[in-house]
T-cell receptor, first 115, second 115 residues
Framework: KNQVEQSPQSLIILEGKNCTLQCNYTVSPFSNLRWYKQDTGRGPVSLTIMTFSENTKSNGRYTATLDADTKQSSLHITASQLSDSASYIC??????????????FGTGTRLKVLA | DAGVIQSPRHEVTEMGQEVTLRCKPISGHNSLFWYRQTMMRGLELLIY????????DSGMPEDRFSAKMPNASFSTLKIQPSEPRDSAVYFCASSFFARGDQPQHFGDGTRLSIL
């Protein structure tokens, strides 16, 4: 069954600290993995997109890693800021035999950064 | 640059009424996606279009839901008749082709409440 699981469900950290969010998937065949940031009341914003051959991709203080063998990804946030408070959603896509793409969403990690 | 524009931002209506949600994608994008987000189920892809043609509507929950894209700059998602369980935030997103490696740009959603 194609699934994406994220952990933790929620996380509270102090401003300036680092944190790591996890995403495990059982999607096959794998096409790519995305991390989105969603602020309250807003639509998701793409942070990174990684294909099978990519192990690491950075976007400012956000660094995503991908281990295609273990089917795990992580999103590391460095020197957190109050504006990092948001939900972070992991999405894995797979290509079907008919050539269309299916997108499997995790339920997200809700991050709260405290001053 | 204008992002994806959705209207209305909020809609409250009684069950049984017809609801029409509207979306204007980013100019030049040729793929358009409709999503639904609830606390229980997270983000779900309902349908997506390539070049105004519906490619995958397997996420549309039932016949009460329909989506159209009459031209490259406009799409609608219609629910008729609406039910309380349709209450959710509906997002529209657009991208360059529904390839796995293209970021999707989301609107800020329509918060729908069916009483």
């Amino acid at each position: 069954k194609n699934q994406v699981e994220q952990s933790p469900q929620s996380l509270i950290i102090l401003e300036g600290k680092n944190c790591t969010l996890q995403c495990n998937y059982t999607v096959s065949p794998f096409s790519n993995l995305r991390w989105y940031k969603q602020d309250t009341g807003r639509g998701p914003v793409s942070l990174t997109i990684m294909t099978f051959s990519e192990n690491t991709k950075s976007n400012g203080r956000y660094t995503a890693t991908l281990d295609a063998d273990t089917k795990q990804s992580s999103l590391h946030i460095t020197a957190s800021q109050l504006s990092d408070s948001a939900s972070y959603i992991c999405v894995v896509s797979r290509r079907t035999t008919s050539g269309t793409y299916k997108y499997i969403f995790g339920t997200g990690t809700r991050l709260k950064v405290l001053a | 640059d204008a992002g994806v524009i959705q209207s209305p931002r909020h809609e409250v209506t009684e069950m049984g009424q017809e609801v029409t949600l509207r979306c204007k994608p980013i100019s030049g994008h040729n793929s358009l996606f409709w999503y639904r987000q609830t606390m229980m189920r997270g983000l779900e892809l309902l349908i997506y279009f390539n070049n105004n043609v519906p490619i995958d509507d397997s996420g549309m929950p039932e016949d009460r839901f329909s989506a159209k894209m009459p031209n490259a700059s406009f799409s609608t998602l219609k629910i008729q008749p609406s039910e309380p369980r349709d209450s959710a935030v509906y997002f529209c997103a657009s991208s360059f082709f529904a390839r796995g490696d293209q970021p999707q740009h989301f609107g800020d959603g329509t918060r729908l409440s069916i009483l």
